[in-house]
């Protein structure tokens, strides 16, 4: 019911923000598309696939931090949904926090160079996520998800900014969503249940 009222509130930004000056450049030409989702499969069809592969990892740590933490604490920590969540809650704040943060910082060192370093913290903290789990300490549980949601906001926060300008402005909204839609589901769909299966045939993560 919450999120209705974000939707209302997302689409009451949406009718007064501004077109972005390359886009009515665009539309002083007369050259918007009809059908753009047709014309980017057909002409960029490379770069909705580079969009997709970029949202993979975001995708898998956010589902593996928010769905399968509650799987690996029950089956391998003993810890009930709840306790999980009382460490999850809190720690995901971090990711309403820090994206904004973000913004002077890419401004200052680049968007490609924040994406990048996000990219390759969520190679590496999942490790330290889960040994920290592993001590079944509230405090160090919940350093563990934090220092996870910090490289993802920063990958998550410069998405857009990094990918948008790899379409022409005529095709860019829909290459953007169909390969963000792409790469979400790809991410967030498999990653649970492949972890789930590691977790079962092993018991250890």
Same mark, same amino acid.
């Given at each position: 019911l919450i999120s209705a009222v974000l939707v209302v509130v997302g689409l009451a930004v949406r009718l007064t923000l501004a077109e972005s000056p390359a886009f009515l450049a665009v539309q002083e030409r007369g050259a918007v598309r009809r059908l753009p989702i047709i014309d980017v499969?057909?002409?960029?069809?490379q770069q909705v696939l580079l969009v997709a592969f970029g949202t993979v990892g975001a995708g898998v740590v956010i589902t593996m931090t928010t769905v399968f933490s509650l799987a690996y604490g029950r089956e391998a920590l003993q810890l009930s949904n709840s306790a999980m969540l009382g460490v999850l809650l809190p720690a995901v704040v971090v990711t309403l926090v820090v994206p904004p943060l973000l913004g002077p910082l890419a401004d200052r060192v680049g968007?490609?160079?924040?994406?990048?370093?996000?990219?390759?913290?969520?190679?590496?903290?999942?490790?330290?996520?889960?040994?920290?789990?592993?001590?079944? #300490?509230?405090?160090?549980?919940?350093?563990?998800?934090?220092?996870?949601?910090?490289?993802?906001?920063?990958?998550?926060?410069?998405?857009?900014?990094?990918?948008? #300008?790899?379409?022409?402005?005529?095709?860019?909204y829909s290459g953007m969503s169909l390969g963000f839609t792409v790469g979400t589901i790809a991410g967030n769909a498999f990653a649970p249940t492949i972890a789930t299966s590691i977790l079962a045939g092993t018991g250890s993560w």
């Open positions: 499969l057909r002409s960029n069809w968007v490609r160079r924040v994406f990048l370093l996000g990219a390759a913290g969520m190679v590496v903290l999942p490790f330290v996520w889960f040994a920290l789990l592993d001590t079944r #300490q509230y405090g160090l549980m919940l350093l563990g998800f934090v220092l996870l949601f910090l490289p993802y906001s920063a990958n998550y926060a410069m998405f857009p900014a990094y990918f948008s #300008q790899v379409f022409p402005p005529a095709l860019r």
